[in-house]
């Protein structure tokens, strides 16, 4: 079970969606020279037809693996240095082969769920669901640090919002909020409480996280949610705050 209103909103469908294509490309990609070599001799045998549009397309389907991860493999290939190739990922026109230029450069750009273009959309995403939470702590007048104060104060790794003053949410106290712009399973959240949410509760106390676009019902039961912090999947409606007053603390 899942904390999803009934019927799927499309952001909620696309988070899942990712999480699936990039777990997917994780299990079937290998990385090795033999592979890389393979998938480029595909890649001039397409190229020798007359019609080359979309190679990359039809390479990438034909074998199971994201446009952007067949790129990177192409690349690495072509070029030995792995830093040169990850700079070739970031900016095509920077590759001298003017068709393997253009052929990247489709991949890159027609694959939205793996690789550079991807990422961007993500952090489109994240930024956007930071700024909606920034808009709602001020209109309830909810003063706070966000990630750049707390790192010019040598935090190394901060949550999204420290609050200056904590509130109460549903009686459980709160001192910092997370925003997490996509769907929370057991193996992402894990992996953020690993990396990022004890580190917050270690240093700032208990705090809340929001997963936008939903989470899995099961994650309510792991030992850390509702002691280390709360999951919902909004802010928290103005009935269910109580604000304190710094000189009461």
């Not at 039809?58 to 493999?73: D, F, H, M, T, Y």
């Not at 909606?132 to 919002?161: A, H, Q, V």
Request: glycine share 4%; proline share 4%.
């Amino acid at each position: 079970m899942s904390k999803l209103p009934c019927r799927l909103p499309s952001p909620t469908i696309g988070s899942i969606i990712s999480l699936l294509v990039q777990r997917s490309m994780k299990l079937s990609y290998r990385k090795s020279p033999v592979i890389s070599s393979k998938y480029y001799e595909l890649y001039e045998e397409l190229m020798r037809d007359k019609n080359k549009a979309d190679v990359i397309l039809k390479l990438s389907e034909s074998q199971g693996i994201s446009p952007a991860l067949l790129v990177r493999s192409l690349l690495q290939n072509v070029y030995s240095d792995s830093i040169q190739a990850k700079k070739y990922i970031k900016d095509t026109t920077l590759i001298e082969n003017k068709d393997l230029s253009y052929q990247m450069f489709l991949g890159i750009m027609n694959d939205n769920q793996y690789g550079h273009y991807a990422d961007v959309i993500k952090q489109s995403i994240g930024l956007e669901y930071e700024l909606r939470l920034e808009r709602k702590l001020r209109l309830m007048n909810i003063t706070f640090s966000d990630e750049n104060n707390l790192r010019s104060r040598g935090y190394d790794k901060t949550p999204d919002f420290k609050l200056d003053v904590p509130i109460a949410v549903d009686g459980f106290i709160v001192n910092w909020i997370e925003s997490k712009a996509m769907f929370g399973d057991e193996e992402n959240h894990s992996g953020y409480v690993k990396d990022q949410l004890t580190c917050y509760w270690n240093r700032f106390g208990p705090g809340l996280v929001i997963y936008w676009f939903g989470y899995l019902e099961s994650l309510e039961s792991t030992p850390e949610v509702n002691n280390m912090f709360i999951l919902r999947t909004h802010f928290p409606p103005k009935d269910s705050i109580t604000q304190y007053k710094a000189e009461l603390l």
